[in-house]
């Protein structure tokens, strides 16, 4: 572990956090205080202290959801990314908004799990445009059912905490490996989306396991886009041209050990005018879900490109 502390700020689901704080460290500064939306993360910061050895941890997005607040998705999003421009510690972390139990939600003021959802999205496309870590603590407390929420079906309970908060810990003290792991050197490339029903095109090469974009190393001379529909026809035989870019990302190499890749990622038209084939040395072609998908995924495809098509909701 090489990080001086974990600081956590946000709303109530970290700010409850106090008799377990040793579950996260040695060294943790709870700032977070309930209540707390998008609009208060840079003054929570502030009062931290937030160093360039912290790891700091983030919990929003259920207030900003409640309907007495709700925070517009734009201004949500900008409070967000000021924050994460405005600071420079060892990591961010994620901890998205687990939810509501609506058995106990009923009125027509309380939150609900879809505009929640939305939030949720958001938040982590933001994350991933810096590489930020994330917990997904509504899949953690998913198996305990109403048991994950106390009576008030807002805040969670103990044994949602015992899992929710080991996780982070373990995201912290990964995020940090990740971060000061040496990296021989960068490969740029260029990858293209294809969405269709709610499904990403994916590829896996010869002699790899991982599934990634449709995309490769840009050649002497050429821009992304031009690597992009070369790729693309070379790969799996399809004549693109209508590119909109989707985002500029930073990851681990899937392939490359010790390698980061910096990728120019490109959304293609929702019409397909020909069925993708494997060619060259593509082994296999597949469609994946949005959600839910298999756990083979490259880091740049799981972490940065899904949550970001997740956020325009496609």
């Known amino acids: 572990m090489d990080y001086q502390r974990v600081v956590l700020i946000g709303d109530s689901h970290l700010a409850r956090v106090r008799r377990d704080l040793s579950l996260l460290g040695e060294r943790v500064v709870n700032a977070a205080v309930g209540g707390a939306s998008s609009g208060d993360l ?30 517009p998705l734009a201004r949500f999003e900008d409070h967000l990314r000021a924050l994460l421009t405005s600071l420079a510690p060892s990591r961010w972390i994620l901890l998205t908004p687990p939810g509501v139990d609506e058995e106990w939600l009923t009125g027509p003021t309380d939150r609900t799990n879809e505009v929640i959802d939305v939030y949720r999205s958001r938040a982590r496309a ?8 994330v917990v997904l603590s509504e899949e953690l407390i998913a198996p305990l059912g109403s048991a994950a929420f106390v009576e008030d079906g807002l805040h969670l309970s103990g044994r949602a905490y015992r899992r ?10 990964r ?17 293209v989306a294809f969405v269709r029903d709610g499904q990403v095109l994916t590829v896996r090469k010869q002699g790899t396991s991982r599934f ?34 989707l985002g500029e990302y930073v990851s681990e190499a899937a392939n490359e050990p010790g390698h980061q890749l910096h990728s120019t990622v ?9 069925t993708p084939v494997a060619s060259r040395e593509i082994a296999e072609v597949r469609w994946i879900p949005m959600t839910n998908h298999p756990d083979d995924l490259a880091p740049m495809l799981e972490h940065h490109v899904l949550p970001a098509l997740r956020a325009r909701g496609l």
């Open 42 to 71: 840079r003054t929570q910061a502030a009062k931290a202290g937030i160093g360039a050895g912290d790891v700091v941890v983030v919990s929003l997005g259920t207030n900003d959801a409640a309907p007495w607040k709700h925070t």
């Open 126 to 133: 933001v994350f991933a445009e810096i590489g930020g870590g």
């Open 164 to 173: 929710v908060l080991p996780a982070l810990r373990s995201e912290a003290d």
């Open 175 to 191: 995020s940090t490996a990740r971060e000061t792991a040496p990296m021989s050197s960068t490969i740029v490339v260029a990858a």
């Open 212 to 245: 990634m974009l449709v995309g490769g190393k840009l050649e002497p001379g050429e821009d992304a886009l031009a690597a992009a529909i070369r790729e693309t026809h070379e790969e799996v035989g399809l004549v693109v041209s209508d590119l909109e870019l």
């Open 266 to 274: 490109f959304l293609a038209p929702e019409e397909l005018r020909a």
